[in-house]
């Protein structure tokens, strides 16, 4: 019976042990499952949870009426997160393969080594995506160096990608660690090469925020402006940035997005140009191979359009240009990246309205001067244009301020000019802007020049100011520069009888919700009413003559005439050679209508007979069409292709032939510029000298067939990213 009584006790013992056993496993997965159960699952979900930044979308550039001219568009893009590739690759292989690079130890040149993430890629992931047709070209060195320094930032492997592609990416479950594919918003300029130069171009930043990289398992930093409007309002068009939140499998493959956080749009930054005036400009202006054209509202100093030809198509930028188009654009003799509306020109003969008011703030306003045909200073007779036309015409004899003006005789604004003295040119040129920037949001804008005694001291020591010198400056020749969108300021204020606009380019800066940011209302720099003693009676005798340089039957710009409206201008002609090569700077300034003047018009011609056969013709179609379109004509918004440059000289434009512009070189002395001149005038300015873009590197691996896409179907989708608008307008040649 012992025996018996021995066994259930320790099969009793038993029982009680494993009880307890049971109790303690139970209650530890109590604990672990209950009270630490969100512990747990949170250190799972982090080492499966990636997150990836989302760049901020930027806002649009519209037009003063709301019209979009920049916005975002939809590009689908396939993105390689590295360290995932190289981690799948260790933990099938057991190691990771290595190669050997220079580069420097604490400034020091060293040998390094690195896992070798081209045969990583080339042989674990491009094999797969060739199978499905799906394998793109892409650079090897390029991606190397993106994964030694900006592996934290997601290589994007294939961009903007079209409709039927990135379907078969969704249909086939690629499996592939560290590969997805990916919705980006890039920027899209609506009508090609309308207004390139005001717009500038984006890109990648230099740096990224390795603080703020840090907080995301992958980042993706946003596109910052690199010139123009969208550098100068970067703050303002960014956004707020998103997270996309991707999980991987017990493999480590990424399997897809569980959620996210979209970002924010950025502010709208509203113009001052009118996108059709605008239009109107740009397509007047391709009928020259180099120019600029500025239209200001002569009442507020707003630019309602400004181009210059040759351009580009900053879409050629996105999202990033290739090598070989940007040695194309950056070789161009003709400079097509270079806004010639603020790069600094001798303006010619169109400086003599800067004259005319310098004599009149002088005293010497109603003085008369006469013509003989030129004046002697020093060792040189410089000539008055009638002397060397064909035929020859007599000298202009005794003329008054208007009718000088219109007949654009040297020999009076040498004379008178030098009655004012150049400490008045000098003073109201400063009133008038002339020498220094206008302050807009543009970069490269050139000073210009306004030379007086002080300015040659510093520039040419060795020269002393003498009278020639002052006859010179008097006529917008010699060391005198200005930009076209000076000129124009400068006819605003003859235009509205004296008050001194700064131009403007920005009209408003609107957020999301429609609250205004930021606001410029017109501003008035100077007031010859007020602060020089000159009356409306006087400032009539310089607009009256600018009515008859157009309206005379003698002026220099009958070209100009526009049926139904008066208008007023002045041609200018500045001597200028290239490579030895006559080139001459010709211009045209005007302001219409006369009593009422509601647009100042600034035309731009470099390589021209004058200005008034080649830029008073542009001006005239600008306006006729400006007041037709005021009338209720139609102004077609359309897409824009680059406006070629070329070096041909133009004889004259007529907009009512087919052909409406004549080349050819003609040896006859125009009736806007000296026919000899103490010193030839020049130019200033540079317009490579902005922000180098980002340049896509030659694909090495495969052949490049690829095509950029243009907005497709797929935006509808995407609306947030747009404003709702699916595609961009038909090309028209």
């Avoid at 590969?179 to 207004?195: C, S």
Wanted: with cysteine.
């Amino acid at each position: 019976m012992r025996r018996d009584d021995d066994s259930t006790s320790k099969i009793a013992v038993l029982a009680i042990l494993i009880g307890a056993a049971m109790a303690l496993l139970l209650g530890r997965m109590w604990y672990v499952q209950i009270i630490k159960g969100d512990a747990y699952k949170s250190r799972i979900k982090g080492h499966s949870q990636l997150t990836v930044r989302l760049p901020a979308v930027r806002g649009e550039i519209c037009d003063r009426n709301g019209i979009p001219l920049v916005e975002n568009r939809a590009s689908m893009e396939v993105e390689f997160y590295l360290p995932d590739i190289v981690r799948a690759w260790k933990e099938e292989h057991g190691s990771v393969p290595k190669r050997k690079y220079w580069g420097l130890d604490h400034g020091m040149r060293a040998l390094k080594e690195e896992p070798d993430i081209v045969k990583i890629v080339n042989e674990s992931i491009v094999p797969n995506l060739e199978k499905l047709g799906l394998a793109g070209d892409y650079n090897t060195r390029k991606l190397q160096v993106h994964f030694r320094d900006n592996s934290e930032v997601p290589f994007v492997y294939r961009q903007d990608l079209d409709f039927e592609t990135m379907a078969r990416f969704s249909e086939n479950n690629l499996n592939l660690p560290g590969v997805t594919v990916t919705l980006k918003p890039v920027r899209h300029y609506v009508y090609g090469a309308l207004a390139a130069h005001l717009f500038g171009y984006v890109g990648v930043p230099k740096d990224i925020d390795k603080d703020e990289a840090a907080q995301f398992s992958f980042y993706q930093p946003d596109i910052e402006g690199k010139a123009q409007i969208e550098q100068a309002f970067d703050d303002d068009l960014k956004g707020k940035a998103g997270t996309r939140f991707l999980q991987r499998n017990a493999r480590g493959v990424i399997d897809g997005e569980t959620s996210r956080i979209e970002p924010t749009q950025g502010a709208k930054i509203l113009l001052t140009i009118d996108a059709r005036i605008q239009q109107v400009v740009e397509k007047a202006m391709r009928v020259v191979g180099r120019g600029a054209a500025v239209v200001l509202d002569p009442n507020t100093g707003e630019i309602l359009a400004m181009a210059s030809v040759p351009s580009f198509d900053p879409n050629q930028f996105v999202p990033s240009i290739s090598k070989t188009d940007w040695e194309k654009l950056a070789s161009d003799r003709t400079d097509p990246l270079m806004n010639r509306a603020i790069n600094a020109y001798a303006p010619g003969s169109t400086f003599k309205l800067c004259t005319a008011l310098a004599g009149i703030r002088a005293g010497v306003g109603n003085k008369e001067f006469d013509c003989s045909g030129g004046v002697q200073y020093g060792n040189k007779y410089m000539k008055c244009w009638v002397l060397t036309a064909t035929p020859p015409l007599p000298p202009h004899g005794h003329q008054d301020l208007s009718t000088a003006l219109k007949n654009s005789c040297d020999p009076f604004f040498y004379q008178y000019g030098n009655a004012a003295g150049i400490d008045q040119i000098d003073t109201v040129s400063a009133m008038l802007g002339l020498g220094k920037k206008t302050g807009l949001p543009l970069n490269n804008e050139a000073n210009g020049i306004i030379p007086g005694p002080a300015w040659l001291v510093q520039a040419r020591p060795r020269d002393r100011w003498s009278p020639g010198h002052t006859a010179n400056t008097a006529i917008g020749q010699g060391d005198v520069l200005a930009s076209p969108l000076q000129m124009a300021d400068v006819t605003a204020t003859v235009a509205n009888g004296g008050t001194v606009y700064r131009p403007s380019l920005v009209k408003k800066v609107v957020a999301q919700d429609g609250a205004v940011v930021k606001e410029e209302p017109p501003k008035a720099t100077a007031d010859f009413l007020k602060d020089s003693g000159i009356t409306a009676e006087q400032f009539e005798k310089v607009r009256k003559g600018m009515w008859r340089v157009v309206n005379d039957g003698d002026g220099t710009a009958r070209k100009a005439r526009v049926k139904g409206i008066e208008v007023a201008g002045k041609t200018g002609t500045a001597q200028f050679w290239r490579s030895g090569i006559k080139d001459y700077h010709t211009w045209f300034v005007s302001f219409a209508p006369y009593d009422k003047p509601r647009y100042v018009v600034c035309v731009l011609v470099q390589g021209g007979k004058s200005g008034g056969s080649v830029a008073a013709p542009i001006a005239a179609k600008i306006l006729e069409q400006i007041f037709a379109m005021e009338k209720g004509q139609e102004v077609k918004l359309e897409f824009l292709p680059p406006a070629l440059g070329h070096f041909n000289q133009v004889a004259g434009v007529d907009f009512a032939k087919d052909q409406p512009t004549q080349f050819g070189a003609d040896n006859a002395t125009p009736a806007d510029i000296p026919s000899q001149s103490d010193q030839p005038g020049g130019e200033s300015g540079n317009g490579t000298s902005a922000a180098k873009p980002d340049i896509s590197d030659d694909a090495d691996s495969r052949a490049n067939n690829r095509q950029k896409q243009q907005p497709n179907g797929l935006q509808k989708f995407f609306n947030f990213l747009g404003g709702g608008r699916s595609a961009a307008p038909k090309q028209s040649n």
